[in-house]
């Protein structure tokens, strides 16, 4: 693949991954709660999920929604459901609630990308742009998802972390609070209007 191309896939991933998603939310979120070393289950299971969209999306999942409308709306039903679960936690999760030994889980984490309509258009959006006829479609999944895994595991730490440097700054509790229900709300949000500004709804 050629160098240019390459810098351009490292260009969009850093854009997108690092915008504000509900996975950067709730990572923010873990960290504001949990503390960044308890989170970081939670962080790899993000990553993780990260790599099973790009399995799928890989493997044709992307054209099955365009060609059956009821597994996109089941989708998009199934995401916007577990979405709302999610921040429903974060709204009510009682700041400081991991101190002692409880940590955010890997299970918990794992299942956020492949429900999240903004890591589906993300990477649809970065094979179809960025795919090469002449090379093998092995070497380009390898290529490509090794960029936004790689960068995932940055940007989503950077996420995490900022939401424990929260944790430290702020000392109120009711505070803290708002903070993550404000959290809770950006999540819910920015999915609509992914899903709004994504082919899934084509």
């Not at 991954?17 to 939670?42: C, D, H, K, Q, V």
């Not at 929604?65 to 974060?90: C, D, G, H, N, V």
């Not at 936004?148 to 989503?156: A, D, E, P, V």
């Amino acid at each position: 693949m050629p160098i240019d191309t390459i810098l351009l896939i490292i260009l969009f991933a850093v854009s997108m991954i690092g915008s504000p998603g509900p996975a950067n939310m709730a990572l923010m979120a873990a960290g504001a709660t949990y503390g960044y070393r308890r989170s970081i289950p939670f962080l790899l299971g993000t990553n993780s999920g990260f790599f099973l969209v790009g399995v799928g999306v890989a493997a044709g999942l992307g054209t099955l929604f365009e060609l059956f409308p009821a597994m996109r709306i089941t989708f998009l039903i199934l995401s916007a459901a577990y979405i709302i679960y999610l921040a429903y936690k974060i709204a009510f999760q009682a700041p400081n609630s991991g101190q002692g030994n409880a940590k955010a889980g890997y299970w918990s984490g794992v299942l956020i990308h492949p429900l999240n309509p903004k890591a589906w258009a993300m990477l649809i959006t970065a094979y179809a742009q960025f795919s090469t006829p002449t090379l093998d479609p092995l070497v380009q999944f390898l290529i490509i998802q090794s960029i936004f895994q790689i960068l995932g595991l940055i940007l989503n730490s950077m996420w995490c972390y900022g939401g424990d440097l929260l944790n430290r700054l702020v000392s109120s509790r009711t505070t803290l609070m708002w903070i993550n229900r404000g959290l809770a709300t950006l999540m819910i949000l920015i999915v609509g209007i992914s899903v709004w500004q994504s082919n899934l709804l084509a």
